[in-house]
C-alpha cells in the first residue's frame, strides 16, 4: 500500500505562509526572468490563465480581475518543501520524495484507519507549516498517483467525483461498481507515464479513461508500446511493478543553464555566467560523491529577437576525472573561448558535467614518456572543496565563489530578471518576517 502527498499549487502556497493577503486572490508564479506561468492558484486557473502561459499575453488580468504575479522564489521553495517532507514521512515507515511538492509513502505494516490518518496528516502539514496537501492511497504507486489526482479534483471540481473523496482518496476502500464508474469518467492521461503522444495513439485504439487502459491486452499494449506500458496497466490493476526509491539514484549528467536577464553581447560577463554555472553543478556534483570526466559547455542567441542567429557547444574531456571548482570552472571557460564569437547577442548559456563516476574511483595510466602526476585532487583539494560547500550552505550560495565568477555585490547583467521576487523568509536574516505588539 502507498500514500502520495502532494501540495496544492505548492508554489503559490509557500507564497500565501507569509502573504494571508493572497488567500482568495488569483495568484501565478512566473518562471525565470518572469518568462510565463509555472505555478496557478485555483482562482487563476478559473480566469482561463493555462500553466506555461506568457507573461505578457495574461498581464492585462492584472487590471481587469486583480491577477498577482510573482517571480519564483526557489530557495524558499525548497525550505519549505524539505519541512513538508519531514511532517510526511510520519505518514509511514519509507518515503521518497519524488519531487518538491510531491512524497510517495510506504504504508506497509500501517494499522488502523488509514484515510482517518490521512486527514490528520493533511491537517498537520496545513497547522504546523501552512501548505494544503492532498493525499492519495493505492495498492500501487501508479494507483496512488492516481488517487491523488482524484482527491484533488474531487475538492477543486465538486460533483465530477464524490465529494468524500476530496482531500484525501483511499482507492482500497472503494467498491468494485465505485471504482468502475470514477475509472469510467477519468481520462486516460491522468495515468502517470500517459504522455500527449501516447494519449493519442491510445485514444486512436479507442483506449480514453483509465478503466479502457485496466481492461486492455497487456499483450497487446506491451507489443505496441513497450515493457513500460505493460508495467503501467499491471500497476493500474493492482500489481506493484515500481519500488519506492527512499535514496534518490545518483545523477548521470549534471547541468545548470540559465537564460538572461538581459542580452549579453562581450565576452566578459560570459565568461562570468559560465564560470558560476560550472561552479553550481560542481556543488551538486559533490553532494553525490561523484566526480566528472567531461565538460559541456554552450551559448546561443535569442530564436525569438530579431538579428543574427548563433548557437554553439563544445565538450572537452578531463585528463582525469575531477569535482574540483576550479578544474570544472577552468575547462568550461575554455570552452567558451573557443566557441565565443563576437557580434551576437547572447540570450542563454549552461554547462553540463558528463560521464560521472563515483568518487572512490581513481584513474591510473601509464606514464608512455610524459610525467605522471599523483592525483588530480590530493587531500588539500578535497579539504578546499568540502570548506566552500560548508560556507556557502551556512552563509548562502555566492558567500565563497571563483573570482571568474565576478564580485557577488556587483550588478551583473546576465542575472534572471526577477522584478517580483518576494523575500526568502525562512532563509535569510535580512528577510525575517518580524511580528509586531
Same mark, same amino acid.
Given at each position: 500500500?502507498?500514500?502520495?502527498?502532494?501540495?496544492?499549487?505548492?508554489?503559490?502556497?509557500?507564497?500565501?505562509?507569509?502573504?494571508?493577503?493572497?488567500?482568495?486572490?488569483?495568484?501565478?508564479?512566473?518562471?525565470?526572468?518572469?518568462?510565463?506561468?509555472?505555478?496557478?492558484?485555483?482562482?487563476?486557473?478559473?480566469?482561463?490563465?493555462?500553466?506555461?502561459?506568457?507573461?505578457?499575453?495574461?498581464?492585462?488580468?492584472?487590471?481587469?480581475?486583480?491577477?498577482?504575479?510573482?517571480?519564483?522564489?526557489?530557495?524558499?521553495?525548497?525550505?519549505?518543501?524539505?519541512?513538508?517532507?519531514?511532517?510526511?514521512?510520519?505518514?509511514?515507515?519509507?518515503?521518497?520524495?519524488?519531487?518538491?511538492?510531491?512524497?510517495?509513502?510506504?504504508?506497509?505494516?500501517?494499522?488502523?484507519?488509514?484515510?482517518?490518518?490521512?486527514?490528520?496528516?493533511?491537517?498537520?502539514?496545513?497547522?504546523?507549516?501552512?501548505?494544503?496537501?492532498?493525499?492519495?492511497?493505492?495498492?500501487?504507486?501508479?494507483?496512488?498517483?492516481?488517487?491523488?489526482?482524484?482527491?484533488?479534483?474531487?475538492?477543486?471540481?465538486?460533483?465530477?467525483?464524490?465529494?468524500?473523496?476530496?482531500?484525501?482518496?483511499?482507492?482500497?476502500?472503494?467498491?468494485?461498481?465505485?471504482?468502475?464508474?470514477?475509472?469510467?469518467?477519468?481520462?486516460?492521461?491522468?495515468?502517470?507515464?500517459?504522455?500527449?503522444?501516447?494519449?493519442?495513439?491510445?485514444?486512436?485504439?479507442?483506449?480514453?479513461?483509465?478503466?479502457?487502459?485496466?481492461?486492455?491486452?497487456?499483450?497487446?499494449?506491451?507489443?505496441?508500446?513497450?515493457?513500460?506500458?505493460?508495467?503501467?496497466?499491471?500497476?493500474?490493476?493492482?500489481?506493484?511493478?515500481?519500488?519506492?526509491?527512499?535514496?534518490?539514484?545518483?545523477?548521470?549528467?549534471?547541468?545548470?543553464?540559465? &537564460? %538572461?536577464?538581459? =542580452?549579453? $553581447?562581450? +565576452?566578459?560577463? #560570459?565568461?562570468?555566467?559560465?564560470? *558560476?554555472?560550472?561552479?553550481? @553543478?560542481?556543488?551538486?556534483?559533490?553532494?553525490?560523491?561523484?566526480?566528472?570526466?567531461?565538460?559541456?559547455?554552450?551559448?546561443?542567441?535569442?530564436?525569438?529577437?530579431?538579428?543574427?542567429?548563433?548557437?554553439?557547444?563544445?565538450?572537452?574531456?578531463?585528463?582525469?576525472?575531477?569535482?574540483?571548482?576550479?578544474?570544472?570552472?577552468?575547462?568550461?571557460?575554455?570552452?567558451?573561448?573557443?566557441?565565443?564569437?563576437?557580434?551576437? &547577442? %547572447?540570450?542563454? =548559456?549552461? $554547462?553540463? +558535467?558528463?560521464? #560521472?563516476?563515483?568518487?572512490?574511483? *581513481?584513474?591510473?595510466?601509464? @606514464?608512455?614518456?610524459?610525467?605522471?602526476?599523483?592525483?588530480?585532487?590530493?587531500?588539500?583539494?578535497?579539504?578546499?572543496?568540502?570548506?566552500?560547500?560548508?560556507?556557502?550552505?551556512?552563509?548562502?550560495?555566492?558567500?565563497?565563489?571563483?573570482?571568474?565568477?565576478?564580485?557577488?555585490?556587483?550588478?551583473?547583467?546576465?542575472?534572471?530578471?526577477?522584478?517580483?521576487?518576494?523575500?526568502?523568509?525562512?532563509?535569510?536574516?535580512?528577510?525575517?518576517?518580524? =511580528?509586531?505588539?
Amino acid at each position: 500500500m502507498y500514500a502520495l502527498v502532494d501540495g496544492n499549487n505548492f508554489y503559490v502556497s509557500c507564497e500565501r505562509i507569509f502573504r494571508p493577503s493572497l488567500n482568495a486572490c488569483p495568484v501565478i508564479v512566473l518562471s525565470n526572468n518572469d518568462g510565463c506561468a509555472i505555478a496557478r492558484s485555483n482562482e487563476a486557473k478559473a480566469l482561463g490563465v493555462a500553466m506555461g502561459a506568457p507573461w505578457f499575453k495574461v498581464q492585462h488580468l492584472q487590471e481587469s480581475a486583480g491577477l498577482v504575479a510573482l517571480s519564483a522564489n526557489f530557495t524558499l521553495y525548497g525550505d519549505i518543501s524539505q519541512r513538508m517532507m519531514t511532517i510526511a514521512s510520519g505518514l509511514g515507515p519509507s518515503q521518497e520524495v519524488y519531487s518538491i511538492d510531491e512524497s510517495f509513502v510506504g504504508l506497509q505494516g500501517v494499522r488502523g484507519n488509514l484515510i482517518k490518518r490521512a486527514h490528520t496528516m493533511r491537517e498537520r502539514i496545513l497547522q504546523w507549516i501552512g501548505i494544503p496537501t492532498c493525499i492519495g492511497m493505492g495498492a500501487t504507486k501508479t494507483l496512488a498517483k492516481l488517487a491523488n489526482h482524484i482527491a484533488k479534483t474531487a475538492e477543486r471540481k465538486p460533483g465530477l467525483y464524490p465529494k468524500e473523496l476530496a482531500q484525501v482518496c483511499h482507492l482500497e476502500s472503494l467498491s468494485t461498481n465505485e471504482l468502475k464508474a470514477i475509472f469510467q469518467r477519468t481520462d486516460v492521461c491522468e495515468v502517470w507515464g500517459v504522455g500527449r503522444r501516447i494519449e493519442t495513439q491510445l485514444k486512436a485504439l479507442g483506449i480514453e479513461s483509465v478503466w479502457d487502459l485496466q481492461q486492455a491486452s497487456i499483450s497487446a499494449l506491451r507489443a505496441r508500446f513497450g515493457v513500460v506500458m505493460e508495467r503501467t496497466v499491471r500497476e493500474l490493476q493492482g500489481q506493484a511493478c515500481i519500488d519506492l526509491e527512499e535514496w534518490p539514484a545518483a545523477k548521470k549528467e549534471i547541468a545548470c543553464t540559465r &537564460s %538572461f536577464g538581459q =542580452a549579453v $553581447v562581450s +565576452l566578459e560577463p #560570459l565568461i562570468q555566467a559560465v564560470s *558560476e554555472f560550472a561552479s553550481r @553543478a560542481a556543488e551538486k556534483l559533490r553532494h553525490q560523491h561523484s566526480q566528472a570526466a567531461q565538460v559541456l559547455v554552450f551559448i546561443r542567441t535569442s530564436p525569438f529577437r530579431s538579428g543574427p542567429q548563433y548557437s554553439q557547444s563544445v565538450t572537452i574531456p578531463l585528463v582525469r576525472p575531477s569535482a574540483d571548482t576550479s578544474t570544472l570552472v577552468q575547462t568550461a571557460v575554455l570552452g567558451l573561448r573557443l566557441i565565443y564569437q563576437a557580434g551576437y &547577442s %547572447f540570450a542563454k =548559456a549552461g $554547462v553540463m +558535467l558528463m560521464d #560521472l563516476s563515483d568518487e572512490g574511483l *581513481e584513474q591510473g595510466e601509464l @606514464a608512455l614518456g610524459d610525467e605522471v602526476r599523483e592525483h588530480t585532487q590530493p587531500a588539500h583539494c578535497a579539504q578546499l572543496m568540502q570548506a566552500l560547500d560548508k560556507l556557502n550552505q551556512r552563509y548562502g550560495r555566492g558567500t565563497l565563489s571563483v573570482a571568474s565568477s565576478g564580485i557577488t555585490t556587483q550588478h551583473k547583467i546576465w542575472s534572471m530578471r526577477q522584478e517580483r521576487l518576494t523575500p526568502r523568509y525562512t532563509t535569510a536574516w535580512a528577510d525575517m518576517p518580524i =511580528a509586531r505588539a
